[in-house]
Each structure stands twice: as C-alpha cells, then as structure tokens.
C-alpha cells in the first residue's frame, strides 16, 4: 500500500545534509510491502520501517528513501518528519524521516 505525505521540517533549517525531504514538499509512503517489491520502486518515494527496541511490544517507525535502501548507505534521522490527513496513513503521529547519509 501507499499513501501521499507530506513533508514537516525542522525549523532550524537543512539538518538533512541535502537528504529527500529536504527536496520535496510531498512524497509517497509504501507500507505492508514485500521486500522484493523494493527494486521496483521509485527511487523518490519512502519505504515505512518498523523495529522494536527493548522491552516495549510497540513497534518504532521509521521512514527511509528507497534510493538509500537500494545503496545500502548507512542513514540516520536528519530532522524532518511526514504526516498527513489521510486515514489509510499508518500512524497517529507524524514519522521521522532517516534520509541523512555521510
């Protein structure tokens, strides 16, 4: 599945180091995709991520470039966030994106 988003930036400027959501205004996120699914998708679009941590059952989300996944760079949090209005979106709160890469 898919959803349109869009981006929240921080407000102390570029942290990203020139990541995706320092670029675009809006982008697709794919959730409750298969793994094999991702050589096909755009490398512009965001790919949802979930781990658990620790002791706690819920799940951490995370939302990382598919153009990142796909080069296998190591990425971290560069201070933007995705939301929006749409009910299909998969979470009650806005996602962090990890789109900065050194």
Known sequence: MKVLTFVLRNSLG??????????VNQVELHYD????EI???PDDDLVLIKAKFGWSDEAYMRAVP???LKSK?????GGNYISTSDSRFPARYP???FDRVE
């Open 66 to 68: 598919v153009s990142v």
């Open 33 to 36: 995709y298969d793994e094999s």
């Open 14 to 23: 570029d942290t990203t180091n020139m990541g995706l959501s320092s670029k």
């Open 73 to 77: 760079n190591w990425y971290m949090f």
């Open 39 to 41: 050589k096909d998708m």
């Open 95 to 97: 996602i962090p994106v």
